[in-house]
């Protein structure tokens, strides 16, 4: 699976659109890009993932780069519920067979200021 | 959408007992699950992958006498920590791929915080 480099952390006042960058330059042209997150003491949650359109559903949006070496995930209107750590994760899809449990990366610490 | 269902959430036990943790699929098959653990301000870990029917599979410094797991049927695997120490308190986390919603078919349970006293 490709690498990741995210921000440790990063401050987002509530009620403003959050952005969270990924660089994931090693990217292969059939890895996708998944975004999860996890709020303090939770399992991580799906957001949202792509491949190279952007894509958007009721979470989030996720704008990928035409070169696919980098994608931002964007929260649109950030409340403090939105508070937890963010994991860019990039993998093929599954084709079966054999161990391929997610690999994270240390993501970045959200942090939503009232 | 897909669930998993992860318990208990929270056990203490003393040092030198053991303590086994469920993960259910609630809603869907499971062939392959996967268990986590998350020490405090890090990110998680892989430790092993649970094959329904077959021998798990151990990430490398996984001990697979100390952390055993057992995958019986297609919507349950189980992680039992043997003679559990302190240094294996930590947040336990289990999830399992719902093949039928590609490609992002990961849920996580919920989570297991041991502490072991």
């Known amino acids: 699976d490709a690498k990741t480099t995210q921000p440790p952390s990063m401050d987002c006042a509530e009620g403003r659109a959050a952005n969270l960058p990924c660089n994931h330059s090693t990217i292969s042209g059939n890895e996708y890009v998944y975004w999860y997150r996890q709020i303090h003491s939770q399992g991580p949650q799906y957001i949202i993932h792509g491949l190279k359109n952007n894509e958007t559903n009721e979470m989030a949006s996720l704008i990928i780069t035409e070169d696919r070496k980098s994608s931002t995930l964007i929260l649109p209107h950030a409340t403090l519920r939105d508070t937890a750590v963010y994991y860019c994760?990039?993998?093929?899809?599954?084709?079966?067979?054999?161990?391929?449990?997610?690999?994270f990366g240390k993501g970045t610490h959200l942090i939503i200021q009232p | 959408g897909a669930v998993v269902s992860q318990h208990p959430s929270r056990v203490i036990c003393k040092s030198g007992t053991s303590v086994k943790i469920e993960c259910r699929s609630l809603?869907?098959?499971?062939?392959?699950m996967f268990w986590y653990r998350q020490f405090p301000k890090q990110s998680l870990m892989l430790m092993a992958t649970?094959?329904?029917?077959?021998?798990?599979?151990?990430e490398q410094g996984v001990e697979k006498d100390k952390f055993l797991i057992n995958h019986a049927s297609l919507t349950l695997s189980t992680l039992t920590v043997t003679s559990a120490h302190p240094e294996d308190s930590s947040f336990y986390i289990c999830?399992?791929?719902?093949?039928?919603?590609?490609?992002?078919?990961?849920?996580f349970g919920s989570g297991t915080r041991l502490t072991v006293v």
């Open positions: 994760i990039v993998r093929g899809m599954y084709s079966g067979g054999g161990a391929d449990g997610l690999t």
């Open positions: 999830s399992a791929r719902d093949l039928q919603a590609l490609p992002y078919g990961y849920t």
């Open positions: 649970s094959n329904e029917g077959s021998k798990a599979t151990y």
């Open positions: 809603d869907f098959q499971a062939t392959t």
